[in-house]
């Protein structure tokens, strides 16, 4: 490429380079660029105001969850869909069009919608004899997959929404989160760690100073058991639970927990994990939302609060001791001592007469 246009394609997102075409007489080499810029410049207000909604912030805005189907997919794939699209409600878009889409051959597609309705996590619902009833968790970062998921959901233990009876819980609370399991705590990173991140993504929801007491009525518990007889991986059972108060009589009231569904347990299938370039600058943080750490104070491994106080260096003539009528008259002696010149170790003198012809009596002490 001629040097000209170095600095134009180092500032565009692709550049197409034509076939070169020489001149007959000059033999001069000619260049077609075509410039494709992801980023354009707005047309009106309106298309403005959109790319205004897209930029980077210091607090993002909740995360939107887009639910698609697959070419095929089961009957209890849709209806897990619509049960997860019920507890995600309102950050959610749901199409029910099937959608030719292979998440982990091509993920185009899954970029164009996620750019499209500015939804950096999606749920992809699909059934085959190879992976019955599956869900890929996707989760993307600037139009880019960041990294997916495969769960493939146990149909004998399944149970959607509807075939729990009861009163369901309102549109929108934040539920809270529930993982038991050595699995998920692991400090190597694994495919039940990613699923863990993925789940504390999709139902966290947008960020709130304060709590209503009153709206802690979801429960979300996930359980990691334990490995199966011929080495298979262990499941993820997902419960949901309603959390009712009732009287007891005293101060406090009785709570207690009542599972409203969906009950789905999980099979962890293929995983694809994030690129470490593309990782890092998903986690980075503006600056001045950081909270600034706070000097000399420190936690302890019980969760104590411990203060460090820097004190200046102290006076220790002017602390004060216990009182003693003895001592009045030796502090006495020694202040007019000083006054006069002498030294505080030449209090006491003979009793012969000085120049002056005055003698210097000494001070009684307490015995």
Same mark, same amino acid.
């Given at each position: 490429? @001629?040097?000209?246009?170095?600095?134009?394609?180092?500032?565009?997102?692709?550049?197409? %380079?034509?076939?070169?075409?020489?001149?007959? /007489? #000059?033999?001069?080499?000619?260049?077609k660029?075509?410039?494709?810029s992801?980023?354009?410049? @707005?047309?009106?207000?309106?298309?403005?105001? &959109?790319?205004?909604?897209? $930029?980077?912030?210091?607090?993002?805005?909740?995360?939107?969850?887009?639910?698609?189907?697959?070419?095929? /997919?089961?009957s209890?794939v849709?209806?897990?869909?619509?049960?997860?699209?019920?507890?995600?409600?309102?950050?959610? %878009?749901?199409?029910?069009?099937?959608?030719?889409?292979?998440?982990?051959? +091509?993920?185009?597609?899954?970029?164009?919608?996620?750019? *499209?309705?500015?939804?950096?996590?999606?749920v992809f619902?699909?059934?085959?004899?190879?992976?019955p009833?599956?869900?890929?968790?996707?989760?993307?970062?600037?139009? *880019?997959?960041?990294?997916?998921?495969?769960?493939?959901?146990?149909?004998?233990?399944?149970?959607?929404?509807?075939?729990?009876?009861?009163?369901?819980?309102?549109?929108?609370?934040?539920?809270?989160? /529930?993982?038991?399991?050595?699995?998920?705590?692991?400090?190597?990173?694994?495919q039940?760690?990613?699923?863990?991140? =993925?789940?504390?993504?999709?139902?966290?929801?947008?960020?709130?100073?304060?709590?209503?007491?009153?709206?802690?009525?979801?429960?979300?518990?996930?359980?990691?058991?334990?490995?199966?007889? $011929?080495? !298979?991986?262990?499941?993820?059972? =997902?419960?949901?639970?309603?959390?009712? #108060?009732?009287?007891?009589?005293?101060?406090? @009231?009785?709570? $207690?927990?009542? !599972?409203?569904?969906?009950?789905?347990?999980?099979?962890?299938?293929?995983?694809?994990?994030?690129?470490e370039?593309?990782?890092k $600058?998903? =986690?980075?943080?503006?600056?001045?939302?950081?909270?600034?750490?706070?000097?000399?104070? !420190?936690?302890?491994?019980?969760?104590?609060?411990?203060?460090?106080?820097?004190?200046?260096?102290? +006076?220790?003539? !002017?602390?004060?001791?216990?009182?003693?009528?003895?001592?009045?008259?030796?502090k006495?002696?020694?202040? /007019?001592?000083?006054?006069?010149?002498?030294?505080s170790?030449?209090?006491? %003198?003979?009793? &012969? &007469?000085?120049?002056?012809?005055?003698?210097?009596?000494?001070?009684?002490?307490?015995?």
């Amino acid at each position: 490429m @001629p040097k000209i246009f170095e600095n134009v394609a180092a500032n565009v997102s692709q550049v197409d %380079v034509l076939p070169t075409v020489f001149h007959p /007489s #000059t033999d001069l080499c000619l260049w077609k660029l075509i410039i494709v810029s992801n980023f354009s410049k @707005p047309k009106n207000a309106r298309s403005k105001r &959109e790319l205004a909604k897209r $930029e980077p912030r210091a607090r993002e805005n909740p995360k939107t969850t887009l639910f698609l189907r697959g070419p095929s /997919s089961s009957s209890l794939v849709n209806h897990l869909l619509t049960d997860l699209h019920a507890l995600k409600r309102p950050f959610c %878009v749901r199409f029910n069009k099937k959608n030719p889409i292979h998440p982990f051959e +091509d993920a185009s597609s899954l970029e164009f919608f996620s750019q *499209k309705n500015d939804a950096s996590l999606l749920v992809f619902g699909s059934h085959s004899k190879k992976r019955p009833h599956c869900l890929t968790w996707v989760r993307c970062f600037g139009g *880019k997959v960041l990294d997916m998921m495969e769960l493939y959901v146990v149909q004998d233990t399944a149970r959607t929404l509807i075939q729990f009876k009861g009163e369901k819980c309102d549109i929108g609370l934040k539920p809270l989160l /529930s993982f038991s399991g050595s699995q998920f705590e692991s400090p190597v990173a694994n495919q039940y760690t990613l699923a863990k991140s =993925m789940f504390v993504d999709f139902f966290r929801g947008g960020e709130t100073q304060t709590i209503d007491v009153e709206g802690l009525q979801l429960l979300v518990s996930f359980l990691a058991g334990e490995d199966g007889p $011929e080495g !298979e991986p262990a499941q993820i059972h =997902m419960r949901c639970w309603k959390i009712v #108060t009732k009287r007891s009589g005293q101060r406090v @009231p009785r709570v $207690e927990v009542e !599972e409203i569904g969906p009950r789905i347990d999980f099979t962890v299938g293929r995983i694809k994990e994030a690129d470490e370039a593309l990782r890092k $600058e998903a =986690m980075k943080v503006a600056k001045g939302s950081e909270a600034k750490p706070k000097k000399n104070v !420190e936690t302890d491994i019980v969760g104590d609060k411990i203060g460090r106080i820097h004190l200046g260096k102290q +006076d220790l003539t !002017e602390l004060q001791t216990r009182k003693m009528k003895g001592l009045k008259g030796l502090k006495r002696a020694r202040e /007019s001592h000083t006054d006069s010149g002498g030294d505080s170790d030449s209090i006491s %003198v003979s009793g &012969e &007469e000085g120049s002056s012809g005055e003698g210097i009596k000494r001070p009684r002490l307490a015995q």
